[in-house]
């Protein structure tokens, strides 16, 4: 690292991320956080977090390069960063990792020591600083040898990689701000956050202010110990434009929600596989509060809602083109669990013209009521115990008025009767 040069004289291979450099950053006018918005903590960090150098970026000088973070393998020696920050490393010489680093100190005097970075893990559909669906893929895995201590995760413990079906979680976010100018001591933040989604893409969205540039990669722990610094780490900073918005505002800040396509690239870098080159284009995957991509869900022909197990969630009942009938059971979180069948595919269903949900018998039960292809009008009561696999109850005759009932809906529509006064008493 002795005959690394000044980082301001090097070449950048691409246009900086707005959490990856705070130069551009700097160069607009941020618009003021919305009132509420938390402030970052700066503390001393956990062991299984910590930031890189690579050529250009001396150990001890002023800038730091992305955050990683220790994850549990078999091999214990994984580190989970930014795409954008794993291309970056990926075109060093030199590179290291150094958990809980601490500014002013050499190699010998860093808490748990350094970590010499030997292979990258990318997903080759990545396209650095991308803001189009490839953007969903911006994570990397960093493999490192040992040091004189040992492993990395025998020294440094680690975090669990947890994929997740749901965009909405209670968080710690962390990261190493990289420029002296807005973090002095070099320690890294976290901020305790809620998180939603970012619209139209696979990615978690949280606002917390002071997240400059040298966070990208650091972990979103869920079940966070804050004594220890263990939990599952669920997204990275990351995403749609290297991690934030177009602004570059400091409080606004993306993560990748982990789906099939990071679970793989995981497995391949824990078993120090090679990444596939030849992988087909990118197809964004579909929304985690629905399995599948859109090409399934345009064979779901008619959809009600309601509370069939009676868990205090809502779940959704699905009949597909080919007469299949399916329950999606509400988990409460935003999301769905895995689908229950309540009918395998069959000719019947198939004439199912329109479905509503409600209570229409009085149980306290949810009812499913369908109108069919020649009229008839059928109730299907208390189905989250009776299912659907029986005759119901014909409510009306097949008929050419019902024919022409185009949509139900269900609902508490007339007010219920006033109470009578009391009499008075004689």
């Known amino acids: ?171 710690t976010v962390i990261g190493y701000p990289d420029d002296v100018s807005v973090n002095p001591d070099h320690v890294p933040v976290r901020c305790p956050v809620s998180t939603s989604q970012l619209p139209g893409f696979r990615q978690m969205r949280m606002t917390c202010k002071g997240f400059y540039g040298g966070v990208s990669g650091g972990p979103w722990i869920e079940d966070y110990n804050s004594t220890n610094g263990t939990g599952k780490v669920i997204g990275n900073t990351g995403g749609y434009n290297g991690g934030g918005n177009d602004a570059n505002d400091d409080w606004v800040t993306y993560a990748p929600v982990y789906g099939k396509d990071a679970q793989d690239l995981f497995a391949d870098a824990a078993a120090h596989r090679n990444v596939d080159d030849h992988k087909p284009p990118y197809q964004p995957s579909g929304d985690p509060w629905l399995p599948g991509p859109a090409p399934t869900w345009q064979h779901a022909k008619l959809l009600a809602s309601g509370d069939f197990r009676q868990t205090g969630h809502s779940d959704m009942i699905v009949v597909w083109t080919d007469g299949e009938v399916t329950l999606y059971p509400g988990n409460g979180h935003g999301g769905y669990d895995p689908e229950r069948q309540l009918l395998p595919k069959n000719d019947t269903w198939t004439n199912a013209r329109t479905i509503t949900a409600g209570d229409f018998t009085g149980s306290n039960r949810f009812d499913l009521l369908v109108r069919w292809s020649d009229g008839e009008v059928t109730l299907y009561g208390d189905v989250g115990t009776k299912g659907l696999n029986w005759a119901g109850t014909q409510m009306i005759k097949p008929n050419g008025l019902w024919k022409n009932a185009t949509q139900i809906a269900a609902g508490r529509v007339a007010p219920p009767p006033k109470p009578h006064p009391p009499e008075r008493p004689t």
């Open 1 to 171: 690292m002795s005959d690394a040069v000044p980082v301001d004289t090097l070449p950048d291979p691409a246009p900086a991320a707005s959490k990856h450099g705070i130069t551009a950053g700097n160069a607009v006018t941020h618009r003021p956080p919305p009132s509420g918005t938390p402030t970052p903590e700066h503390f001393l960090g956990h062991p299984m977090i910590g930031t890189f150098f690579y050529d250009g970026r001396q150990l001890g000088g002023k800038k730091t390069y992305c955050t990683g973070s220790v994850v549990h393998t078999a091999a214990k020696d994984i580190v989970l960063t930014a795409g954008h920050c794993g291309l970056g490393l990926k075109s060093a010489t030199h590179r290291i990792f150094v958990p809980r680093y601490r500014i002013g100190k050499p190699a010998a005097e860093q808490p748990d020591g350094v970590f010499p970075v030997s292979q990258l893990y990318i997903d080759p559909r990545y396209e650095r600083n991308s803001k189009k669906a490839v953007s969903d893929l911006d994570l990397a895995f960093a493999q490192v040898g040992s040091n004189s201590r040992g492993k990395v995760e025998d020294v440094t413990g680690s975090l669990t990689f947890t994929p997740t079906n749901s965009y909405h979680h209670k968080v």
